[in-house]
């Protein structure tokens, strides 16, 4: 079962895997013309009656798949106005091939005929609201004809997500949706043909740009939508609390705390004037200051601990007892990730630590890459927590979905990197599940790492790293 959201990432993520949607569309037109092809009889009329976006440029393909047929593709518009190239594309590759193509300016002028087969590629997954004109129109005479009906996707005006209609539907006898299950059909009528058109399984599984997908901003937001972060960290470092808590900002949360012992709180602000700083009593964190930190983190929407910590017997001791209490999502980096087996919480983690940490948390490695990963997702169901395992090939897994991330370059050996890291997961666990959360921060990471090596070569240090993360979270066309 696929989500029309986790669909158009999968979608973009093959594209930036090398398979372009041009080439899924064809596919899709293929599993199309094969159902009509069951359903029809070899002197079958076929109508295939289409939309401007996507849904229309699958039925134009199937057209040209249905050659021994008696066909006639209805478009509802004018052509100038398709949505889509693809779509335009193949649009004119009917008309050049004479294949009978009508298009419909008004509801009106549409006369479906008397076909036997209607494919009703109207719309799919693009839909909102009810329909409009002259597609109403169109759906209701397909609803009042006595062919057999091949919706393509959905049935037009169903939601895919919800199986609800907006007003009126097509009303089908038969759907070929593409790749996987949308939840809306369950609640359709409908004999169901999930068709494989060739997305790589590495579309799901590797963490790519389509990803990104994940992370829209409401133009109407308020201060504070886009999360408040407080990182726990410092003491015997200074550099890698405020990395972390600026990364946060890079990334999008709105607020930006770093809660550090009062020895180094001057330096850390002095880093940046974006950030809030809180100064706790002495110069290593100590279980005095749980009390405090538990006050802070109630207006949070993330809490990241660790960077730059160290491991004073005292600071284990306060970051343990910190988690017990906590009950939202916390990431969890460096000295502070020796705590996490022994630990019991209501809170969702996120823990980032490399192999070296990850052996010492008690988790087993192995040198081929699927064992790896499938140790990874053990390893994070046994806690009960979402893993990001850092490596040249970075492994996220909540021990039920296990992904691959492959950005960033040998530059990124160099210190600090991991507190970036661990900030802008802060900020993408405010608006996202910890798992996707975890994928797209190591996504953006290695990214804003790639980005710096591309412009400025080797020698990057993690403050570079913080000045192309918004480009690597929010690309332009160029970046791409
Ligand atoms: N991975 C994918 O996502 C793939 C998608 N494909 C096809 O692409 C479809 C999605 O394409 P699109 O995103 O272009 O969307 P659609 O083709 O479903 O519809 C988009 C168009 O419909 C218009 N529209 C939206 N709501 C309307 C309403 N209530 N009344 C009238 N017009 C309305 C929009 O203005 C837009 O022009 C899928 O359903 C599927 O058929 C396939 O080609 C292959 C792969
Ligand atoms: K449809």
């Known amino acids: ?13 093959a594209e930036a895997l090398g398979v372009p ?22 002197d079958a009329s076929v109508a295939l009656v289409c939309g401007r976006g996507n849904n229309g440029g699958d039925a134009f393909v199937a057209a040209r798949f249905l050659s021994e047929y008696d066909v006639t593709v209805h478009l509802l518009g004018r052509a100038e106005t398709i949505a889509t190239a693809i779509a335009g594309e193949n649009w004119t590759a009917l008309e050049a091939a004479g294949i009978d193509t009508r298009e419909v300016r008004d509801s009106a002028a549409f006369d479906l005929g008397d076909p036997d087969v209607v494919v009703d590629a109207i719309l799919g997954t693009g839909v909102t609201g009810a329909l409009r004109e002259p597609e109403a129109t169109a759906a209701k005479e397909i ?32 759907v070929v949706t593409f790749h996987d299950r949308k939840p809306g059909l369950e609640h359709v009528a409908a004999d169901v043909t999930v068709a494989d058109i060739g997305i790589p399984a590495a579309a799901e599984r590797v963490v790519e740009r389509g990803d990104l997908l994940r992370l829209s901003r409401d133009p109407t937001a308020h201060k504070g939508d886009f999360g408040e972060v407080l990182v726990i960290g410092g003491g015997p470092y200074t550099g890698a609390p405020a990395l972390s808590a600026q990364a946060a900002l890079r990334a999008g949360a709105d607020l930006a705390y770093v809660a550090c ?21 002495g110069d290593r964190l ?38 017990s209490a906590f009950e939202r999502t916390a990431v969890v980096d460096a000295d502070a990730l020796q705590v996490v087996p022994a ?3 209501e809170a969702t983690l996120v823990c980032t630590p490399h192999q070296g940490e990850l052996e010492a948390m008690g988790g087993e490695t192995a040198s081929d890459p699927d064992e790896r990963a499938q140790l990874v997702s053990a390893f994070a169901a046994e806690l009960g927590v979402t893993l990001l395992v850092k490596g040249a090939c970075d492994i996220v897994s909540d021990g039920e979905r296990t992904r691959l991330n492959r950005t ?30 975890a994928a797209l921060g190591a996504y953006a990471n290695g990214r804003a790492g790639d980005l710096v090596v591309e412009s400025n070569g080797y020698g990057l240090v993690a403050t570079d790293l913080l000045e192309t993360l918004p480009r690597a979270l929010w690309p332009d066309e160029t970046d791409r």
């Not at 006595?146 to 037009?156: I, K, L, M, Q």
């Not at 997500?161 to 539907?169: H, I, P, Q, R, W």
């Not at 012992?261 to 009593?281: D, H, M, T």
């Not at 960033?408 to 890291?421: E, I, K, Q, R």
């Open 286 to 323: 100590a279980p005095s200051h749980v009390p405090r930190l538990t006050e802070l983190a109630v207006g949070m929407d993330c809490v990241v601990v660790g960077p730059g910590l160290g491991d004073a017997e005292g600071t284990l001791e306060a970051a343990a007892s910190f988690l």
């Open 261 to 281: 012992p009062e020895s180094i709180a001057g330096e850390v602000q002095g880093y940046s004037e974006n950030l809030i700083v809180e100064a706790l009593p």
């Open 408 to 437: 960033g370059n040998p530059g990124m050996t160099v210190g600090g990197t991991g507190d970036v890291l661990a900030g802008s997961t802060g900020a993408m666990a405010c608006v996202l599940d910890p798992a996707p959360a």
């Open 143 to 174: 609803n009042a004809a006595a062919a057999t009906v091949v919706a393509v996707d959905v049935p037009s005006g169903v939601d895919a997500d919800t199986g609800e209609a907006d007003g009126t539907a097509v009303e089908a006898g038969h």
């Open 1 to 13: 079962m696929i989500s029309s959201t986790e669909m158009a990432v999968v979608d973009e993520n």
């Open 21 to 42: 949607r041009k080439q899924l569309m064809e596919s899709s037109g293929n599993a199309v013309a094969s159902v009509v092809r069951d359903v029809a009889d070899p």
């Open 343 to 345: 630990l019991e919480t």
